[in-house]
């Protein structure tokens, strides 16, 4: 219940910031720096270095790289016969295909399932969100703001493996055998919790309601898919085509059913990618997903 408080609370506060003038219109640029060059490498490098890997959990792992392949797949042909520009396609793309596999995920986890569940959530969230956004995020966010211009592949693969976050990940996986200074470990961490109220208030910032006006259409296509449409092929994947059950199952299905994730739509932004778009989708999928999460939850049940 705190973490769903302090998402509101978050989420208000830039709102409230926008409205009074207190902060320059340039403010949202700034915190996403800081949020993608320090509170998300850090939690990176804190999060990772204590996972305890184990073979059941791969399914877990792979969830993310499923799902933003269904959901590039999707959004590519939804952009294709809508004629959506590049900015726009990218923005479903980040949004729609990407699950807040953390900040919502791991409370959500907590709440339905129990924290003896927490380590599915964390190796889908860390080995899988994470690292699927590092690469494949970086690459489809800078392909769609690159319009007009040639794709040099040179200079996408230096951006990638300069990526703060993507840089992080690989050290924190070759530090696992080594133990942290207990002065680094808080310092990480506390570096770390500063990811989520500078990303809501960077989204709650740019939040403008009156831009929903002529976006209904594509932010239903885009909820629908990260809440209902890319969830089920997930489930149809992991429990159909590989008749796995149980547990495991139920959570990485549950994580892929959460609301858009913030550091996607953090990066999207960063590339400039219809940010109206990218805060509509965040903004009203991440309270509208906690109740589609009680749909899923008993559908699991049933299923799973």
Same mark, same amino acid.
């Given at each position: ?20 003038? =207190? ?27 204590? #996972? ?17 392949? +269904? ?6 042909? *939804? ?45 889908? &969230? ?9 690469? +494949?995020?970086?690459? %489809? ?10 794709? &040099? ?13 993507? %840089? ?21 961490? =506390? ?35 990260? #809440? *209902? ?7 149809? *994947? ?6 796995? =059950? ?25 590339? &400039?990618?219809?940010?109206?778009? *990218? ?19 008993? +559908? ?5």
């Amino acid at each position: 219940m705190n973490n769903v408080i302090l998402l509101v609370a978050c989420f208000a506060l830039g709102i409230v910031l926008r409205a009074s003038g =207190r902060l320059p219109e340039t403010a949202p640029s700034a915190l996403n720096g800081f949020v993608v060059n320090v509170s998300l490498p850090a939690l990176t490098l804190v999060t990772v270095h204590h #996972l305890e890997l184990a073979p059941q959990l791969a399914l877990a792992a792979l969830m993310p790289w499923l799902l933003f392949g +269904l959901g590039a797949a999707f959004f590519w042909t *939804v952009g294709r016969v809508l004629k959506l520009s590049r900015p726009t396609t990218g923005a479903l793309m980040l949004t729609g295909s990407f699950a807040n596999t953390s900040f919502i995920g791991l409370p959500m986890i907590e709440a339905w399932y129990g924290p003896q569940y927490l380590g599915i959530g964390i190796v889908a &969230d860390q080995l899988g969100s994470y690292m699927v956004l590092s690469t +494949l995020g970086v690459l %489809v966010a800078g392909l769609c703001a690159s319009t007009g211009t040639r794709f &040099d592949l040179r200079a996408f693969v230096r951006k990638i493996v300069s990526f703060a976050p993507f %840089v992080s990940l690989l050290l924190a996986l070759a530090l696992m055998p080594v133990g942290y200074p207990e002065w680094l470990e808080t310092l990480l961490r =506390r570096l770390g919790t500063t990811l989520v109220p500078l990303a809501l208030v960077s989204v709650g910032f740019q939040l403008r309601l009156s831009a929903i006006r002529g976006r209904i259409p594509l932010l239903a296509v885009g909820l629908c898919f990260k #809440l *209902v449409i890319g969830p089920a092929l997930v489930l149809a *994947v992991l429990a159909g085509l590989f008749a796995q =059950r149980g547990p495991v199952i139920r959570i990485t299905v549950f994580e892929a059913a959460m609301g858009p994730m913030i550091g996607a739509a953090i990066i999207a932004m960063d590339h &400039d990618l219809d940010p109206s778009l *990218v805060t509509l989708m965040v903004g009203i999928g991440i309270p509208l997903s906690f109740a589609s999460l009680a749909g899923w939850w008993w +559908l699991l049940q049933s299923l799973t």
